[in-house]
């Protein structure tokens, strides 16, 4: 009952926010108003005309209808009808329309903005020809045209150059209007233009009817031409920076006094032209930025300007050389990273009082210097990490600027080989070297470069020559440090060590004293786990048959632990001065010289550790043999003690330190004639028990008569 009533409160609060949103979606739909416009009226039937409704905002296209004059609305989409829907506008050609008032219906809120127009379809305009006459003694060009419009129209032209037919960059020659039907004759002067051997001349006519622009345009076929005044003049000279890090050209001709007015760059990479662009001076400044690929080699750069006059000059083209090249200037910058020292390295070629300037981003001065000649300067940077840009210009006015970012790195990679390959002898035809570095460090093997994995793991086959067989592996960071191992194999088809490898092995290496110990180790560890084997047998077969057996057992756990023991310490001694030896530089000579014997020194020393924790082991359990064999022989003999000292407790008078007993006469005749027999009984069984036993008198403990010294206490008697 609780479920439906919860569910009924649910679905009445999701309802409410429903009915919420339809109401005020309903006001807003009857909020709009529809409107009804006349737009455009025909005077006679088959006439076109265009409708253009443009709003403020893309979401206010709604609800359009036409209605023609009829009062019917039509199609928007038909045979006669054609509706072009824009992001802000729609456009409505009506064709072969019926004569009368044309109206449109549409919906609009009180804020929306709409504006409609509506203009008959005009007759286009068309240039028909377009002729270029021969220049005149004044360097004037003849250029004549006609252009063509039923209902002549005037119309305004202009008339163009271009260095192409498509006309993507052209100047404008000379501006004027006429009427259609007219042919236009035109006297253009060439005295600014340069000599070229395929120029084209445009027409291009335009008019504005209702607030639509009606145009045409012609081009004419391409023509050459030579101007008599000569080239324009080349721009004296400009600045060229080339930024090798963001591999891009400035272009600067700030510089140059002349009358410029616009200028263009065209790059030539490695031979490939690039496409010219253009920069005007008022626009882009006397700075041009262009890129180019960052692995360009040699780079062309031709620069053209534009005089105020119109005229363009011919490029002037400059060189730069971003690796190096024979006979030219270049400084060898190293690239961004880590560094072994605080010492830069440039290398330069052919300098001529080439000076190279270090500006640092932290604003601390490094004074410039000056490089001739061929040869390494050495630069001493400082602080870690550092960010400058290096740069140098020469003798041409090409500045080179390298952007850089140092820290120090003087740590060499990690190089691991997991298997001691030095001095060893085998008699396979390769070996597989196996190891791993840095992930990101260049492995080599003997100067070539060898591939690794992504976790700088490797793993190399090598060919073996008859005879000694030296390699070296050598890891390389990005920052220059190396590590590396070096190692020597002999290979032998038997085998066996040949002589002069003997001979070079048993070099004046020292030999530490605990190596010619280490056989003994062997021999007394052996013996020792022998021994106690053989105790073990003891304890098993006869430990539990008897009272002597017993005897043993705990004779042997006690030489056991004894010699456990003694050996324990010798060997944790022995173990101490290996692993003191094994950090010295002796055994670093060893491990060089005779990689095999350094190699053996380490398997002993762990045998040293094995046994140690053996004999330690050995130790504890014959302690523990010792205490409970003690503990399973007193506990018979306390037993014994009890029931033979029992009778001879009941006397008051008993004294168990003398080997004699003392009655008490007997106060009745009767008694002591009838009990004698008895007493003369106990007293027998008393003086064999006495004569058997006896007790210590230190601890107390029950030991036997003929035995000097008592063992619990371990006190002489």
């Known amino acids: 009952m609780n479920n439906r009533v919860m569910n009924k409160k649910a679905y009445r609060y999701l309802f409410l926010p429903l009915l919420f949103c339809l109401c005020f979606a309903f006001v807003i739909k009857t909020y709009a108003e529809s409107y009804e416009r006349d737009v455009y009226y025909v005077d006679q039937d088959g006439r076109s005309f265009y409708i253009a409704v443009i709003f403020a905002n893309e979401q206010d296209k709604t609800g359009i209808k036409l209605k023609g004059p009829d009062d019917k609305y039509r199609k928007l989409d038909s045979k006669t009808i054609t509706t072009i829907n824009e992001k802000n506008y729609i456009y409505i050609l009506v064709e072969n329309a019926d004569q009368g ?14 504006e409609i127009k509506a203009y008959a379809d005009e007759a286009p305009i068309t240039v028909d020809s377009v002729n270029v006459g021969t220049p005149d003694a004044e360097n004037k060009v003849p250029v004549s045209f006609k252009v063509s419009q039923e209902d002549e129209r005037n119309y305004s032209y202009e008339i163009r150059l271009g260095a192409d037919e498509s006309m993507g960059e052209y100047r404008v020659l000379a501006t004027g209007s006429s009427e259609a039907g007219k042919e236009v004759s035109e006297s253009v002067s060439f005295a600014d233009v340069n000599t070229y051997d395929s120029y084209y001349i445009q027409v291009y006519v335009h008019y504005e009817k209702d607030g639509i622009p009606n145009f045409d345009m012609r081009t004419s076929a391409a023509f050459a031409y030579t101007n008599p005044d000569g080239d324009a003049p080349l721009i004296e000279d400009y600045n060229l920076r080339v930024e090798i890090d963001n591999a891009q050209i400035v272009a600067d001709v700030a510089g140059y006094t002349g009358d410029v007015k616009a200028y263009s760059v065209k790059l030539t990479e490695d031979g490939t032209a690039g496409e010219a662009q253009a920069f005007d001076l008022a626009e882009n400044g006397e700075q041009a930025y262009v890129s180019f690929k960052p692995e360009t080699q040699v780079l062309t750069c031709d620069l053209t300007i534009m005089h105020g006059n119109g005229r363009t000059s011919a490029p002037l083209t400059k060189t730069a050389y971003l690796v190096p090249q024979q006979g030219v200037t270049f400084v060898s910058v190293p690239a961004s990273g880590p560094l072994t020292s605080d010492v830069l390295n440039l290398e330069y070629e052919n300098a001529s009082n080439l000076v190279v300037k270090i500006e640092r981003t932290d604003g601390k001065d490094v004074p410039e210097f000056t490089l001739n000649g061929t040869g390494v300067r050495q630069l001493k940077l400082g602080e870690f990490p550092m960010e400058a840009d290096i740069s140098y210009t020469t003798p041409d006015n090409i500045t080179y600027v390298y952007h850089r970012i140092y820290s120090l790195d003087d740590i060499p990679p990690t190089l691991k080989i997991y298997e001691a390959l030095d001095g060893t002898v085998t008699k396979n035809s390769h070996i597989v070297v196996t190891g791993k570095t840095d992930a990101d460090a260049v492995l080599t093997v003997n100067g070539a470069e060898t591939a690794k994995n992504a976790n700088g793991s490797f793993s190399v086959e090598l060919d073996l020559a008859n005879g000694k067989n030296s390699y070296t592996i050598e890891a390389a960071d990005t920052a220059g440090n190396t590590s590396s191992y070096v190692f020597t194999v002999t290979y032998s088809k038997d085998g066996s060590v040949p002589e002069e490898v003997l001979e070079e092995e048993t070099g004046n290496v020292k030999t530490h004293f605990t190596a010619k110990l280490s056989k003994w180790l062997w021999l007394v560890g052996i013996c020792m786990l022998v021994v106690y084997v053989l105790f073990l047998v003891i304890f098993v077969l006869n430990g539990k048959k008897s009272r002597s057996g017993r005897d043993n057992l705990r004779r042997a756990a006690l030489v056991t632990a004894i010699c456990s023991g003694v050996y324990g310490v010798a060997d944790l001694v022995f173990y101490i001065l290996r692993r003191h030896y094994e950090k010295s530089a002796d055994y670093i000579d060893l491990a060089v010289n005779r990689l095999e014997d350094a190699s053996k020194y380490l398997k002993m020393t762990k045998l040293c550790r094995i046994f140690l924790i053996i004999f330690a082991v050995m130790f504890v359990l014959s302690v523990a043999v010792l205490v409970i064999s003690k503990k399973r022989v007193n506990a018979p003999q306390k037993k014994t003690m009890q029931k033979v000292q ?48 006896k007790f210590c008198k230190y601890c107390g403990n029950q030991i036997k008569a003929s035995a000097s010294f008592c063992k619990k206490c371990g006190k002489k008697l």
């Open 646 to 693: 029992r009778p001879a407790r009941a006397n008051k008078n008993f004294d168990p330190y003398a080997q004699q007993s003392v009655q008490q006469p007997m106060q009745q005749p009767v008694q002591q004639q009838v009990q004698q027999p008895v007493q003369a009984e106990q007293q027998t069984i008393q003086e064999e028990t006495t004569q058997q036993m």
């Open 101 to 114: 008032q044309w109206k449109l219906v549409f919906d609009r809120d009180p804020g929306d903005k709409v």
